[in-house]
């Protein structure tokens, strides 16, 4: 088991609360994987100020758990969860054994060391939708928001070229 990456996150980002909230029917909802305060404290901030509601995971398996009652619109998860290296990663494993249905339904961001942010080949090739770098942590919600935007529009067209062909 690799030590965890201790990272600066923006200090005025700070968020008081750090209860989860209540999701409903239409919510926006997003499931933050993290066992570092500090990240969870910001990624929590930081999803709220984009409108989703967010529950919290600290490990591999209470995000398993949580993935299994319910589908969130958007995961994000560390590279190194629980200090294990990517390899090691069980919810990482889990993620890409889900069936694709189910995998679709939730847009997944892996904040990494070992990859830049925004490398699609790497995203593409790991299974999940965006790499967003340790380093590039203050500019989440900028670098999330358009990228949801255009899974979302493409989930679109392709849920209505499937009706069309069915």
């Known amino acids: 088991m690799s030590a965890p990456l201790r990272i600066q996150v923006p200090a005025q980002s700070q968020v008081a609360n750090n209860q989860e909230d209540k999701i409903g029917r239409d919510d926006r909802s997003a499931l933050v994987c993290c066992h570092e305060p500090s990240y969870l404290e910001y990624l929590t901030g930081q999803l709220r100020g984009i409108g989703y509601k967010v529950h919290h995971a600290t490990g591999h398996q ?55 942010t925004g490398d699609d080949m790497y995203a593409y090739a790991l299974a999940v939708d965006q790499l967003i770098n340790y380093q590039d942590i203050g500019q989440f ?17 392709f849920t209505a070229a499937l009706r069309k062909a069915a």
């Open 62 to 116: 209470a995000a398993i758990q949580r993935l299994g009652g319910r589908s969130y619109d958007l995961t994000v998860l560390l590279e190194n969860l629980e200090g294990y290296a990517l390899v090691e990663n069980v919810l990482w494993q889990h993620l890409n054994a889900m069936l694709t249905d189910e995998r679709r339904q939730t847009y997944v961001v892996m904040l990494c060391q070992s990859f830049e």
């Open 141 to 157: 919600a900028q670098l999330v928001v358009p990228a949801v935007e255009e899974f979302n529009e493409g989930n679109r067209h």
